[in-house]
């Protein structure tokens, strides 16, 4: 049997800390009914450290924003509060009833109160998560957890586990931070590539993101790009994205993003980011006969004695290229392959350009390619693509500029103790294969032929585009992605009963692919066929009740039928799920 706590105290075995720094003064009856409640949860059948928990629970409610937003002074308003602990003044709770009069309890009863009653005035010293986050949540074993902790404002993490009970610290969901490209407000930065890469900072816990692009004048209508629905998994990871479809030059657009925990959560959508996608330069490659100009100009590389006779000296700090990558670094004459990079500048003048450089086994490096930054000291992402006409090896590299002259090369020459510089990247070029086999062994290969098309689809060459989708389907016939990319393709060039035949054959090829599903109720919206666009976004719904495309798709077709009410419950859900720009 124990010795009581009482007695222990009064030995001086045990010392009572003092009131914990919280500012709580709390009087005797506050403290009691405190003590009832952690009682009440946590009575005889409990440990000492399950009551520590408990009363850590309580604790870690105070000045806790989760919570009446962080007005809970005292353990008293905690437990005070509406709905907060369900023992009380539940008279099926017998802990609860015997807490009314400690006088009528049994010994071991009255230890286990007087331990309570020492909890309750803040004699304990409170637990905390391995987040670092103390333990706000707990729940019995028997009962699942109830699924309104995890909300739009903050994720439960589960911190320990004892006989009776799980309890949980909580973390705020927060939105993604936008990097590049863009600006907070228009005038909109410009870029120049068709199909740039986004940059976000990465969020703690996040498992995923979703991506939302749309066109000016913004918003649901003029959503061109949906994560959802554009790209294989249904979303996004990391903390870059290369957009997969190319976008329109001359013209506005907005993006935002929201994320994904872990614990099952979506974020609210995040402030968004203006850009506008210029023309091309005139050194921009397009076609063979873009190239072969190109090739032919005896351009030399930018120095630092050129730069400065041109342009007035702002600062003299170099600007950086901070990544550096091309992909893929083996192919076959004719593909076209991307260069990525990211650059800034600390100086203060900003970005000016960024340049693009080849050599090959025949010819010194030349400037093929460039892109102009309207100023920003970044971090700025950015692309080239190239498309290499014969065999043979060639080496790519990159100089960015700003706007006071300074310069620096993809080594980083020209800065002191830099601790980022990239080798030029050497691409290998091979003879187009006469077999039907694939053009690469490696398991991406179908990946290069799918961004051949979408690309030659952004410089406005749709049946090119077509015809890279037709080479995708011989070489991989069983592979669906191709079958609704065309058909993608031929929906925007109106062609909606091809596509829907497009379409047909990607769901028989994969029947459980949604996006074939939603395409289709798209097209059959355009042909005025509404019932059975419907049916097409239903069926999209089943296989995957977050696409959203499929609840905007099916709303537009309601609305055509004068079911306005149910179009409005199916335009909010596509919102609510994201589908806006």
Known sequence: MKISWIILILLGIIQVAPALSYGEQQGSTECNFVARVIFSEAGPSCSDEERELVASVIVGRIN?????????????????????????????????????????MSYEEKEIWTHCYLLASGSFQQHYGSSGNPVVYYHDKSISKPSSWDNNYWYTVKESETDHFIFYSIMPVNKPVLISP???????????????????????????????????PYGTGNLVFNSDNDVPCGYITGESFELPIPLREDTRYRWNMKAHYCSGTWSDISSPLYFQVSAPTETSIGSQQDLNL?????????????????????????????????????????????????????????????????????????????????????????????????????????????????WNDEKNSNSNNNHIGFNPFEVKVMETQSTDAPMNN?????????KQGISLFGQGEYEEAIDVFDEGIRRYPNKADFWERKGWVLKYLGKYDEAIKCYDEAIRLSPKFSWPWSG???????LGN????????????????????????KGVALEALGRATEADVAFNKAKELGYEG
């Open 64 to 104: 806790n924003l989760g919570f009446d937003n962080g007005n809970l002074k005292t353990m008293y308003q905690v437990v005070s509060q509406g709905g907060a602990f369900s023992c009380i003044g539940d008279s099926n709770n017998n802990n609860w009833a015997k807490s009314a009069d400690p006088e009528k």
């Open 442 to 450: 490696g398991l991406d290969d179908w990946l290069l032929v799918r």
């Open 182 to 216: 863009g600006s907070i407000s228009e005038p909109s930065q410009s870029i120049n590539s068709i199909s740039p890469t986004f940059l976000w900072d990465a969020i703690p816990n996040a498992d995923s993101y979703a991506l939302y692009i749309s066109r000016h």
């Open 294 to 406: 190109n090739l032919n100009l005896n351009l030399q590389p930018i120095t630092p004695e050129s730069a400065k006779t041109t342009t007035p000296m702002l600062d003299g700090i170099h600007p950086m290229v901070q990544a550096f990558q091309v992909s893929p670094q083996s192919l076959t004459c004719g593909m076209l392959f991307t260069i990525e990079y990211t650059v800034s500048d600390t100086g203060g003048s900003g970005i000016s350009r960024v340049e693009l450089w080849r050599k090959d086994g025949q010819s010194d490096w030349q400037e093929i390619n460039r892109n102009a930054v309207s100023g920003g000291d970044g971090p700025i992402s950015g692309s080239f693509t190239d498309v290499p006409l014969n065999a043979g090896r060639y080496w790519y590299g990159i100089h960015v500029a700003d706007n006071a002259g300074n």
């Open 530 to 553: 509404y019932e059975d666009a419907i049916k097409a976004c239903d069926e999209a719904l089943r296989l995957s009740p977050d696409l959203a495309s499929a609840w905007y798709n």
């Open 520 to 526: 289709k109720g798209d097209a059959l919206n355009h």
